[in-house]
């Protein structure tokens, strides 16, 4: 039987880390796990409490509006004036969208259709990669600053390569999916990237997908840029901000699609035929969350910080040097020189089997990512300094 949007993704590699991390445990053993970027700090308390109460009464059982409830939107554009100084208008900028993902999945549906093309990082997150294809569009693959490897600005490594790939490009891009602070490299950038990368979009017609998932997560001082705040910016953008890590709500699948009016209005017709909005309780909760729990997002900073400082010291003690990222909650790694021909999967089962010590292999992030593999932030200090005295052995061993 033929699947046709499906038939083309690749192996789901993760699938197999997943299976090694499950059969340890199920052996009894304690697996220390950096794999999935599944935040494990809970959701604030109020937001917690609002949606239990919510819950009770039954006037929010019954369907909910898609592009999300006015208060939501209005939530989300207040935060954006408080942090970024961008106006948002509540009512023609901003949909509600079912978490990131899905907001990025058919927001590629209006804008991209079969024989498109759009520009994608290489390495990305995978629906970065996955989302253009179920649109039947082309993906244009420019390789993202490796920070373990190029001294120069990740923003000029990626730019330089979009340019280059515009111009050879047969079929000119009608998107490109941009994602700072990056998943998976943790390459971060500042406002006059974004300044750059506006006007190579206003110049040549092409709509920019910024996907802000690590918006509140920058490191020592750095705070990320809206691109949001580029003057004209709404003229040829749009980006996505989610609750899941800046507010640590996951599982509550909460985000926002806002900027170019234009495109808002057309996901919210699209997604008019296709749902009803997240729960109600779950939109007035994250109002909540927005509007009473302003400082939760630099708590969360703080605690990523700080799993960052302990891992990257562990690493460096064990002989594994990585360079500290700005933002994100994630560590890319470059794989040891003498392990490198192991290629990353084989090398992630390698620290199930030895350390048990999970990680994500850099190649289910697309071919330009075989070299690293990726740390998530979601253990403690604690088990993190064990992660290292288990890696120390592990790597002695292989050596």
Same mark, same amino acid.
């Given at each position: 039987m033929e699947f046709?949007?499906?038939?083309?993704?690749?192996p789901y590699v993760f699938a197999q880390i997943n299976g090694l991390k499950a059969e340890a445990r199920a052996a009894g053993r304690d697996v220390i796990d950096f794999g999935f970027g599944n935040p494990d700090l809970p959701s604030p308390d109020v937001a917690v409490a609002k949606l239990a109460e919510a819950a009770m009464n039954p006037k929010n059982h019954r369907y909910s509006a898609s592009r999300g409830i006015p208060n939501l939107r209005l939530a989300i554009a207040t935060r954006y004036k408080n942090l970024f100084d961008v106006d948002l208008d509540p009512d023609t900028e901003v949909v509600t969208t079912i978490g990131a993902k899905e907001g990025l999945t058919h927001l590629m549906w209006v804008l991209l259709g079969p024989g498109d093309t759009a520009i994608v990082p290489s390495p990305s997150y995978p629906i970065h990669l996955a989302g253009p294809g179920f649109a039947g569009a082309k993906v244009i693959t420019v390789p993202m600053h490796d920070p373990g490897v190029s001294t120069s600005d990740p923003g000029d490594d990626f730019f330089y390569g979009l340019v280059a790939a515009w111009h050879e490009a047969e079929v000119k891009p009608r998107v490109i999916i941009a994602s700072f602070p990056h998943n998976p490299t943790s390459a971060c950038v500042d406002l006059l990237f974004m300044e750059r990368l506006v006007a190579f979009a206003l110049e040549h017609d092409i709509i920019i997908c910024h996907d802000f998932a690590y918006a509140d997560l920058g490191f020592d001082g750095y705070r990320p840029p809206s691109i949001l705040q580029v003057p004209r910016a709404k003229e040829c953008c749009v980006e996505l901000y989610t609750l899941t890590k800046s507010f640590s709500m996951a599982g509550w699948r909460v985000g926002f699609l806002v900027g170019n009016a234009e495109v808002v209005a057309a996901l919210t017709k699209l997604k008019s035929y296709? +749902?009803?909005?997240? /729960?109600?309780?779950?939109?007035?909760?994250?109002i909540v969350a927005m509007n009473e729990a302003t400082d939760y997002p630099d708590q969360l900073q703080r605690i990523y910080q700080s799993r960052r400082d302990v891992l990257i010291e562990g690493l460096n003690r064990v002989g594994w040097p990585v360079v500290p990222p700005r933002g994100s909650m994630f560590i890319w790694a470059p794989i040891p020189d003498a392990y490198r021909e192991m290629g990353s999967l084989e090398f992630s089962k390698y620290l199930i089997e030895e350390a048990d010590v999970a990680t994500s292999?850099?190649?289910? /992030?697309?071919?330009?990512? +075989?070299?690293?593999?990726?740390?998530? &932030?979601? =253990?403690? =200090?604690?088990?993190?300094?064990?992660?290292?005295?288990? &890696?120390?052995?592990? &790597?002695?061993?292989?050596?």
């Open positions: 046709r949007r499906i038939n083309g993704l690749p296709l +749902d009803y909005g997240t /729960f109600q309780p779950v939109q007035i909760a994250a292999p850099g190649v289910g /992030f697309g071919e330009g990512g +075989d070299g690293h593999v990726r740390f998530a &932030l979601i =253990e403690n =200090e604690l088990r993190t300094q064990q992660a290292m005295r288990n &890696l120390k052995k592990a &790597l002695v061993k292989l050596n």
